[in-house]
């Protein structure tokens, strides 16, 4: 299966990516070469074969049910989160308006 | 007494405990040697004080004896773990300028044993790239040159180009790295150094820029086998805030070190006999499969018959993952804002996502972007799923009759720069040895075996059980006692 360049700026419109005409049209042929290559796995004889999700068998394990459980990942911690923050504007996150 | 420079960690430790010379004494030397090898390129942040600080703390505590496991040790931390108040980029333009509120959990248990950092070590933008090309702060340069009398530059690896090259160059003494798909192991074999991917979840991710998380796993890289050992038990453990940290206790690899590998049975596979491969790599495994029998194994011949699937599935499963992963970058929450005037909120997204990524990252999220669309879904994904399933499985069926196996690291030595990036695809195939044993969770190694015709080192891959690293670690340091490599770069920078 091969892509174009419309499929190309479609992609890029799902990943957020803005690109040019030039670009849509390098990543054109960069696009099909791999996605030509990969192609070959359609060859493998999958019957009855589970698709690995984890590599090693490990429960997911639940923490206990409280506030703040982590002091590292728990609340309180504003001033830390937004420090990095492009755009901070009283204590959020600052996006474009979005809302007319 | 031998310059401080030279010394491994293992004898940094053991002479600081001694009182042979004082931890500051170790910092202040590797600082002057990382602040004179600015043409390598390997840092792209430079932590000097950092070094002394510990160092201080270090020599303190020996006089109040009350020493930690590596009190003493300097080291480079490479620049995809989060570092408290320090730069942290994945040598990317979308980090620039991001400094971490909160310390990774591997760099946090290498400072609580007492190292200090050096620096930031460069690395390929967010770890993709096998060459140390794809950085937004320029190319590392190995410190390697080819005997051919020419000048030509050489890569150190990817994406661990920073670790591999300012450990070679004796920037510092060990360092970590990350191995989704061979970054550890192929930069280590570039350079002549030693590199371990243990097993997936002995290294809590949390805190590690993310890329492929079911494939992401820290490990460090040094200048010998031992010196692995003592870094690996100092960086592993379990950790409550990764959900796939592996709950186990974390084994004294470096006390059970043993070369003598009576009783064990080493598997080579025969898959990774490429055809028309380069004939020093092959007669450099077949030196490796006679000091493995040499240190007392028996060699049996193996399959893994799903080998030449590896490569392609790890490059849907992989750009699948980063697609995912690197989402989060938005111009919103940190790192890079590109508002173009009067843009609204989706243009906002896709300008700083324009600017932010480089090419290869780009290409990356677009792959997995179309792997994961609705009506290629299962095609790609669910079909690269279940063929990593088989490779898991080829090498459990391998190890039913063998302890650790042993192939070549890479299919090459270190090419040039600028060789490899007109063509992707040429790229990726250099992690044809490297990825089976990602895409299988299993710990696997590189040490230093031979020279090339070129003068240029090679390693040999040791690949282990799950949870075996102590046989990966015995069967390394088998041959690092066998090859004696010793070659160094000689020094132009």
């Known amino acids: 299966m091969t892509i174009d360049q419309a499929t190309v700026r479609k992609i890029a419109s799902l990943a957020r990516i803005a690109i040019s005409d030039a670009e849509a049209a390098a990543m054109e042929g960069e696009l099909n070469g791999i996605l030509g290559w990969v192609e070959q796995l359609g060859e493998v004889d999958v019957t009855g074969v589970e698709p690995m999700t984890a590599v090693i068998p490990n429960r997911l394990r639940l923490r206990d049910d409280v506030i703040d459980a982590d002091p590292l990942t728990g609340g309180n911690r504003r001033d830390d989160i937004l420090a990095n923050a492009p755009a901070p504007q009283h204590g959020f996150f600052g996006v474009p308006k979005v809302i007319e | ?493």
């Open chain 2, 1 to 493: 007494m031998t310059e401080l420079t030279n010394l491994t960690v293992a004898q940094i430790r053991d002479g600081h405990r001694a009182g042979d010379f004082s931890a500051v004494e170790v910092a202040e030397a590797f600082n002057a040697n990382v602040a004179g090898a600015k043409a390598l390129n390997a840092f792209i942040v430079e932590t000097p004080d950092h070094a002394i600080a510990a160092a201080k703390a270090a020599d303190a505590d020996r006089a109040a004896g009350t020493l930690k496991p590596l009190s003493g040790v300097p080291i480079g931390m490479k620049d995809l773990f989060a570092t408290n108040g320090v730069q942290t980029t994945a040598a990317s333009h979308m980090l620039e300028g991001f400094v971490p509120r909160y310390e990774s959990t591997v760099s946090q248990k290498l400072w609580d044993a007492g190292c200090g950092m050096l620096g930031k070590l460069n690395l390929d933008q967010f770890a993709m790239g096998s060459s140390n090309e794809t950085s937004y702060f320029g190319n590392v340069i190995s410190p390697w040159k080819r005997n051919d009398g020419g000048n030509a530059a050489l890569a150190p690896g990817g994406s661990s180009g920073g670790s591999s090259s300012a450990i070679a160059a004796r920037l510092c003494p060990a360092a970590t790295g990350t191995d989704t798909g061979g970054s550890i192991r192929q930069p280590a074999a570039f350079v002549g150094i030693s590199g371990i991917k243990p097993t997936y979840g002995r290294c809590s991710r949390w805190g590690i820029v993310a890329f492929a998380s079911s494939l992401d796993q820290a490990g460090p890289m040094a200048r010998d086998v031992r010196d692995c050992a003592i870094m690996l038990e100092n960086m592993a453990g379990f950790d409550p805030k990764d959900a796939t940290s592996l709950n186990m206790a974390v084994p004294n690899w470096e006390a059970a070190l043993s070369s003598d590998l009576k009783g064990k049975k080493v598997g080579i596979p025969k898959e990774y006999r490429l055809e028309g491969i380069d004939p020093d790599i092959d007669a450099m495994w077949d030196a490796g499969i006679a000091m493995l029998k040499d240190a007392g194994a028996e060699v049996v011949d193996i399959s893994l018959p799903h080998t030449k699937y590896a490569l392609p599935a790890y490059y849907i499963i992989a750009p699948a993952e980063a697609s995912s992963n690197l989402a989060r970058y938005d111009g919103v929450r940190y790192g890079l804002r590109d508002l173009p005037e009067k843009a609204g909120l989706q243009d906002m997204y896709a300008a700083t996502r324009a600017d932010g990524f480089g090419p290869e990252v780009k290409r990356r999220i677009m792959i997995g972007t179309y792997v994961l669309s609705a009506g290629f879904y299962d095609a790609y994904y669910t079909q690269a799923q279940k063929v990593r399933t088989l490779i898991a499985r080829d090498f459990e069926q391998a190890f039913g009759v063998c302890d650790v196996i042993l192939a070549p690291t890479a299919p090459s030595a270190a090419f040039g720069l600028g060789e490899k990036t007109a063509d992707p695809l040429s790229m990726y195939l250099n992690d044809v040895f490297a990825v089976p044993a990602s895409l299988a969770g299993l710990p696997a190694m590189s040490v230093p075996a031979a020279l090339n015709r070129e003068g240029l080192p090679l390693g040999l891959q040791i690949i282990g059980k799950a949870f075996d690293e102590q046989g990966v670690l015995n069967a390394g340091l088998a041959i690092e006692e066998r090859a004696g490599f010793n070659a160094r770069a000689e020094k132009w920078w």
